[in-house]
């Protein structure tokens, strides 16, 4: 068992020569998720679930910092919702799951499981909103999605996923797209200081706006193989669905209006992001604030010191217990090699390793599992030094992903260029659109890049249009790449 286990753990793909395969072993190997025997479902294991947690514990906190209150509404949806509002059906239709029987009879109303939840939560506004007494409403629900996706990826895309979406209604336009810029700014701050993951904000374009949106804010992160992840969304949708759900409040100078409203969301495909963005060829390295577990203490312990070294590892464990999440790797069948390289597929931002001689001079040695390095420190300052060394991980993490999205970010002018960055190396490419639909059409059919959102502080461009040549006034320069 010891044996195969330690074949197991060493058999990951190379990230450099197959980075799809590697991706997947990290996911299934480090015990993050597995497949389910439903087709595109996954199922997320503890470790996995774990970072989970810790990301909704941190967000949730950011969301009431804010003013936002958690509510649940219902996995069901009736069908007819979907259908009031035109974009919002044409964009989810296709990967819609319905139910339309229960026991033995047919439904006379077919449901909907909610792919996003505007509708049914619209439908709840109009009853609850009279006033604009009543305004702002800030909701956020935590809950399960279903988008029957015809290619999935565990995490990425699965048909069945675990979110967070935001609703809210305001009483005017400004405050609606304060907010949305507003719940932008927290994802931003979420992404960068949370999880270590530098981000691009921007807003998307007509194309690739959510369905129903007026307008589409996004963060954007460039995953280490070139590729570009979504890792957030705030719509500003105006007033298209209050006038579908006729959500309507009697404003202060007694006119009945439309609310004007907002909806954001992040997924577990964050998680997805996570490995994709800090990962390397020895596996997953988890940012501190969200590894489930921050130190794992191994007790090197040959005959006959074992009693004295395990007690040695108790007391240490006791104390950092009380500053950070620590777990004691005192397995004995296992070796400390095979638990060294264990817990670094799995992504511990610190291992403690402390063996008889360590326990003689009274200190341990802690090891980064962002850049490998050693370091001695004595027991007496243990608390403060893993403090200290879990905010460097923290940081270390976070120059790296920023250094790497700096590097492989091209500002270009010359289609051909485009094309062979695309094809060769990947990364962002910042580059001058006219702001046609034909040009980004045609960029996304002969490259398969996508414009992944417009700057906020975009400024008209002066260059011509990487793709037809043309100026334009409504031109500017935005982001392509290829997008997951
Ligand atoms: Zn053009």
């Known amino acids: 068992m010891a044996e195969n286990s330690q074949e197991f753990v060493q058999h990951i793909a190379s990230k450099s020569e197959n980075f799809s395969q590697w991706y997947l072993d990290v996911v299934l190997r480090a015990e993050l998720a597995d497949y389910a025997p439903v087709r595109g479902c996954m199922v997320i294991r503890p470790y996995g679930y774990g970072i989970w947690e810790n990301l909704k514990g941190l967000l949730d906190k950011r969301f009431k910092a804010t003013g936002h209150k958690n509510a649940y509404f219902p996995l069901f949806i009736p069908g007819s919702f979907l259908e009031k509002e035109a974009e919002h059906v044409e964009g989810f239709a296709p990967e819609v799951a319905w139910v339309t029987r229960a026991g033995n009879e047919d439904l006379a109303e077919p449901l909907v499981v909610r792919p996003t939840s505007e509708t049914i939560i619209g439908h709840m506004y109009a009853k609850w909103i009279k006033s604009w007494r009543d305004l702002p409403v800030l909701i956020n629900q935590w809950a399960n999605v279903v988008r029957w996706e015809k290619t999935t990826r565990l995490f990425l895309r699965t048909s069945e996923f675990l979110w967070q979406e935001g609703h809210t209604c305001h009483r005017t336009k400004e405050e609606a797209e304060e907010e949305a810029l507003k719940m932008l700014e927290v994802y931003r701050r979420f992404l960068t200081e949370d999880l270590a993951i530098p981000v691009l904000t921007g807003k998307k374009t007509e194309r690739e706006k959510f369905a129903g949106a007026v307008t589409t804010y996004c963060v954007e992160a460039l995953m280490t193989d070139g590729r570009a992840l979504q890792a957030g969304t705030s719509h500003d949708l105006g007033q298209n669905f209050a006038k579908v759900f006729d959500i309507t409040f009697l404003d202060k100078d007694n006119q009945l209006k439309y609310v004007w409203q907002t909806s954001w969301g992040v997924s577990t495909r964050l998680i997805g992001g996570i490995i994709m963005v800090h990962g390397d060829e020895r596996g997953l390295a988890v940012p501190p604030r969200v590894a489930p577990t921050q130190v794992i203490i191994v007790p090197i312990m040959p005959p006959p010191h074992e009693e004295t070294v395990l007690a040695a590892a108790r007391d240490v464990f006791e104390r950092l217990d009380k500053v950070s999440r620590v777990e004691i790797d005192a397995r004995e069948e296992f070796s400390p ?148």
């Open 337 to 484: 090699g095979w638990k060294f390289n264990e817990w670094e597929l799995k992504g511990v931002p610190i291992r403690l390793e402390i063996g008889p001689r360590d326990v003689k001079a009274g200190k341990v040695v802690l090891v980064r599992r962002d850049t490998g390095e050693k370091i001695s420190v004595p027991m007496d300052n243990l608390e403060s030094a893993v403090t200290d060394l879990l905010n460097s991980v923290q940081e270390g993490l976070y120059a790296r992903a920023k250094q790497f999205m700096d590097e492989n970010t091209h500002t270009l002018v010359d289609y051909e260029e485009f094309k062979a960055v695309m094809e060769n190396k990947r990364g962002l490419i910042y580059a001058p659109w006219c702001g046609s639909d034909e040009c980004e059409a045609a960029i996304k059919e002969e490259t398969a890049a996508t414009i992944r959102c417009i700057p906020l502080d975009a400024k008209p461009s002066d260059e011509k249009c990487i793709y037809c040549g043309k100026s334009s006034t409504s031109g500017y320069w935005v982001y392509f790449a290829k997008a997951y």
